[in-house]
């Protein structure tokens, strides 16, 4: 078959594929695995939820709902940032309904950048912030955090890498790989900093209420960065409503007029019976919701102990549903390690180093798995790794 590759726009060829879907893609093609790798839910959308979904397509709700979503839904989703970070939000002006988090992402770094901007996006991070700022034109800045400070942005450590291009900051906690979330003291030593560089911060809150230590705190909640904070969330993980994909970005009505122009000549409008189900998760899905958050609580204490108890060093998640061991001690790079325990154990995890050069040495496992499957990969993995000990003995003897 011909090559059509001289076709293909060099921005598009020059983004390297998801290191998560790599993973997933090789795991649909192979019997008896364990997967610990794809984020999301074992949790089917609960049913009152689903049942509102079903009922909207019986009473013909099949047509477009305004751009920005319907607005009994931004009401809703306004009424719940008032009471979840204390942010009043103009349903009107200040709320737009997209198709997942990952397409707010995607306009506001195409609304907001110039070719040449810089992203600042602190690492190990979800995959799609620097991809999305390159498509947008952008630059993306990685900015290391550290398991020594619970992978915190250190407000040092982003001062150097501010310069005079810097425009937008992704702030993403709680994280996803690490888990760590940051505190209100974090932020609000970040705050100085983002107003004296004039920078506009990307907030992707999506695993807001999946915190385990204390409530989690909006940097959009601070004096003075409301206008300068474009916030976003969705109903993937706290509802287990990762296919109905919506999600929507609260903002000053001037970068949410400009996401929606985008977003008008792109998308038009996210599914309108998964708006009505995000109606009914909002106004009667907190009881289910906090079930499933005990739930992934006790499962990352599961995972937790279970990893340290078989000699891998782990940082303990705050929040999410992901851990994130070094595998330092095995001799392994990150991809050989997943390539190896995939083969040998049928196990599927993530490589440290698809969410950027500072998850080297680790791997991300989804703790959003069922009890007995996470027991079952604990085991599975506590013999690759002695098998492989003894491997690196008999080696060195």
């Excluded at 992402?105 to 999305?132: K, Q």
């Excluded at 005079?164 to 505190?183: D, H």
């Excluded at 996401?259 to 106004?283: D, F, N, P």
Aim: charged share 25%; with cysteine; net charge negative.
């Amino acid at each position: 078959m011909n090559s059509m590759k001289r076709y293909i726009s060099n921005t598009v060829e020059s983004i390297p594929p998801s290191g998560i879907r790599k993973f997933f893609d090789l795991v649909t093609q192979m019997d008896g695995v364990i997967s610990l790798g794809v984020g999301e839910p074992d949790f089917v959308t609960p049913w009152h939820i689903r049942e509102a979904g079903c009922y909207s397509l019986e009473r013909g709700y099949t047509m477009y709902t305004s751009n920005q979503g319907l607005l009994e839904l931004r009401e809703e989703i306004a009424a719940y940032e008032k009471r979840r970070i204390g942010i009043e939000y103009s349903p009107e002006k200040e709320v737009l309904v997209t198709v997942g988090v990952s397409e707010a992402v995607d306009l506001a770094m195409r609304a907001l950048l110039e070719p040449g901007d810089e992203v600042l996006v602190p690492e190990p991070s979800f995959v799609s912030y620097a991809p999305g700022a390159t498509l947008a034109c952008g630059t993306a800045v990685p900015v290391p955090t550290y398991d020594i400070d619970q992978y915190r942005l250190r407000p040092d450590i982003l001062s150097r890498y501010i310069t005079p291009r810097s425009k937008i900051l992704v702030l993403a906690y709680p994280n996803n790989p690490t888990g760590g979330i940051m505190y209100e003291e974090d932020l609000e030593a970040l705050r100085d900093i983002i107003i004296k560089n004039d920078l506009l911060v990307i907030s992707d809150e999506i695993y807001s209420e999946l915190t385990y230590y204390g409530r989690h705190v909006s940097i959009a909640s601070l004096s003075g960065m409301k206008d300068r904070t474009i916030m976003m969330n969705g109903f993937s993980k706290a509802f287990a409503m990762t296919g109905w994909r919506i999600g929507y970005a609260c903002g000053h009505q001037d970068i949410i007029g400009a996401m929606t122009k985008i977003h008008q000549y792109t998308i038009m409008c996210a599914s309108i019976m998964g708006q009505k189900a995000a109606i009914e998760a909002l106004r009667h899905g907190e009881t289910e919701m906090r079930k499933m958050v005990d739930n992934y609580n006790y499962r990352r204490k599961l995972i937790l102990s279970g990893l340290q108890e078989i000699g891998l060093d782990c940082f303990e998640p705050r929040g999410a549903f992901y851990c994130f061991p070094s595998i330092k001690k095995s001799g392994m790079s990150s991809e050989d390690f997943c390539e190896k325990l995939l083969w040998e154990e049928k196990v599927a995890v993530v490589p440290g180093n698809a969410f950027g050069s500072s998850g080297d040495g680790h791997i991300r496992c989804c703790y959003a798995a069922s009890i007995p499957n996470i027991e079952e990969a604990l085991e599975r993995i506590d013999r690759f790794l002695r098998r492989h000990k003894e491997i690196r003995i008999s080696n060195i003897v």
